[in-house]
Structure formats: structure tokens, C-alpha cells
């Protein structure tokens, strides 16, 4: 039987794009909540077998709105978790633009380590960990930006400085197909479309 990863990002909330929010509580906004709505709508044909999140409210959030769909529990797993960002955690991105430790980070992604926080290559480790060992079926896992960016590097044979070249969108889907250690790379950045019934939409 095959074997299917699917890699969600959470939907928006009001502090992307202006702060590295990290691993605080911040929840779904609307158009988060929609976007979930989209996602689980998306994944209404898939025979999910099992559906996992990020211990953060916002993927707990978007995770949900998929549960409601398939009636399937969500699992909490720590190591899809978000990047361990330290001191970074709840700065603003105009802030972090004149912080040395930043600029470092964000040039050497495959060794730097946030202060007070981990490297990249570690949050990476733990997530593929899991992701590896996902059974047969759809594994739905609902995570983070640089963690769904940093996994699929991995299995393309990236490094990790590469990360921003792969695109991860709020609510998207990425889909991957094990294969042994490796894994095929079956779309990327999926977006689902929002309809008249959200109170959004997206083009």
C-alpha cells in the first residue's frame, strides 16, 4: 500500500508577515479560519488515516476544521512543532532586520542557531523523523512554514539555505509519496480555494 504524507500549513493569522511569531499561543484570524475551512473541504476526497498537528493553537485550529470533515481524532506531536526561534520569538520582522544574530541565522540556515532557541537542521531532523515514519495511507500533518520547507528540502537533497525557494502558504498543502527512505515530491504549495460560503475569497 502506498504511503502519503500531506503537509498543511496552518491558516493565516494576524501576525504574518510583520511577526516571527514562533511558538506563542496566537490563534486563527478570519481569514485563517476560512482558509481552514478551504483545506478541509480539499481534503474531503482523500481517505485520510490519520491527522496530526503542532501542539500551537493555530494549527490545533486548522487541524480541527479537517477532523470535523473526516471524523478522524487529531494527534498532537511535538515534533512537527514550530522552529524553536528564542529571543527571535515575538519580534517584529522590521526589528530583526537590523539584528546581527538574525542576518546570521537567516545565511547560514544549515548551522546557525537562534539564540536561546535550536538550528534549523534540528527542527528539520525531528520533523522528518516522524514523517518517515508515517504508515501506509494519508498521513495529514498540520505544521509550520520553515518546517514544511525544511522536510521537503530534505528529501530533495536541498540545503537547507535553499528553504526560500520552496513556497508554503498559509492554509496550502504540500503532498509527498514515500518511497523506502526517500520520498517523491507530488505537489507543492497546493492552495485551496476559498468559496462564497467562507466570506472570503482568494483568486
Known sequence: MSRY???ARHGHHGEVGHVLSGRSAIALDAQGHAEAAALARHLAGQ???RLCAS???RTQQTAAAVAATHRIAVETIAALDEVDFGRFTGVSFEALADDPDWRRWNEARGEARCPGGETMAEAVARAVGFV???GDGVTVCVSHCDVIRGVVAHYLGLPLARIFSLGCDP???TTLRLEGKG?????LNERPLLDRGDGLRRG
Open 183 to 187: 520520498a517523491v515530491l507530488v505537489s
Open 5 to 7: 504524507v500531506l503537509l
Open 47 to 49: 481517505a485520510v488515516t
Open 132 to 134: 518517515s515514519a508515517a
Open 55 to 57: 501542539p500551537r493553537t
Open 171 to 173: 492554509g496550502s498543502v
